[in-house]
C-alpha cells in the first residue's frame, strides 16, 4: 500500500464541548470558552484545576493548548502527557491527537519538548480510537495494519478500517480501499467497488485515483462500470471526517 500524503492535523480547537459530569464541569467549559475567546490566562486558570483533578475533558484541552503554544510555549512532551492521561480515561480524540502525535513525531532537532517518531506507540493509541469510530484514526491503522510493521498484518482488519474511513469521506482512506479490494480478489463485485472508491478518491483529486480506475476497468463492462458511477454519484459520508 502506498504511504499517505502527509496529513495536517487540526486538532480540536473548534470541537463541541462534551457532556461533563461533576463540579469541573463548568469550569472546563468556561475554561474552554475563554481559551476561544483568546483569554489564555482564565483558560489555564480555568483548566489546569480540572485537570489536575483528574477531568479528562479538561487534561484533553490542556493538551490542546501545549500541542498548539496556545498561551503556553508549545511543548509536546507536555501535550502527550496531558493527553496520555485523558486517552487512559477513554478520551476518543486524546488518543487520536496522541497517536497522531507518535505517528509523524514532533518538533524538530533541538526542541527539548519534542516527542520521536513511534509508529508502535502511535498504534497504541490510534488502535482504541479507531475502535471509537474515530475516522482518521481508523484510517491510519488501515495503513498500520496493511503494513505490518509495528502490529500485526492482517487484511481483513485493514479493510474493515479504511471502510470505517472512506465512509466518512477521507480521500486517501477511499483509495486505499479501493486498493485493498482491488489487489485481495477476482471477483467482479470487488473489482466494481473498487471503481467506485478510485471514483470518489479521484472526485477529491487524490493521486493516483484515475491510473487505478484504468487499471480496474479493464476487468469490467459497460455495465459494470455505470453501476459503479451510480453508485459513487449516489454516496454520501456517513460521518464527518474528523
Known amino acids: 500500500m502506498r504511504s499517505p500524503l502527509k496529513i495536517g492535523l487540526k486538532t480540536g480547537l473548534l470541537a463541541l464541548l462534551l457532556g461533563l459530569a461533576g ?14 475567546d483568546g483569554d489564555y490566562v482564565t ?32 511543548n509536546y512532551l507536555t501535550a502527550t502527557a496531558w493527553y496520555e492521561k485523558a486517552a487512559a480515561q477513554g478520551h476518543r ?32 493509541w490510534l488502535g482504541p480510537a479507531a475502535d471509537q469510530a474515530h475516522p482518521m484514526a481508523s484510517y491510519l491503522m ?12 492482517d487484511l481483513e482488519r485493514a479493510l474493515a478500517l479504511c471502510r470505517t474511513a472512506a465512509d466518512s469521506g477521507i480521500a486517501g482512506a477511499q483509495y486505499n480501499t479501493g486498493l485493498l479490494l482491488a489487489e485481495r480478489s477476482n471477483e467482479i463485485a470487488t473489482w466494481r467497488e473498487a471503481y467506485t472508491w478510485f471514483l470518489l478518491a479521484k472526485r477529491a483529486n487524490y ?14 463492462n459497460e455495465a459494470e462500470i455505470g453501476a459503479a458511477r451510480d453508485a459513487a454519484a449516489a454516496w ?5 471526517a474528523n
Open 207 to 220: 493521486p493516483g485515483a484515475q491510473q487505478n480506475l484504468e487499471a480496474v476497468s479493464r476487468y469490467l
Open 93 to 124: 480524540d486524546a488518543q487520536f491527537n496522541l497517536g497522531m502525535i507518535y505517528y509523524n513525531g514532533a518538533g524538530g532537532t533541538g526542541d527539548p519538548g519534542a516527542v520521536a517518531q513511534d509508529q508502535g506507540a502511535a498504534a497504541r
Open 236 to 240: 454520501t459520508p456517513s460521518t464527518p
Open 43 to 74: 483558560a489555564l486558570e480555568e483548566l489546569e484545576p480540572a485537570a489536575e483533578a483528574g477531568d479528562a475533558t479538561a487534561q484533553y484541552y490542556l493538551g490542546v493548548l501545549y500541542d498548539h503554544g496556545e498561551g503556553v510555549i508549545r
Open 142 to 153: 488501515c495503513l498500520l495494519v496493511d503494513e505490518g510493521k509495528t502490529v500485526e498484518r
Open 23 to 36: 463540579p469541573a464541569a463548568a469550569d472546563v467549559e468556561s475554561g474552554w470558552q475563554a481559551f476561544l
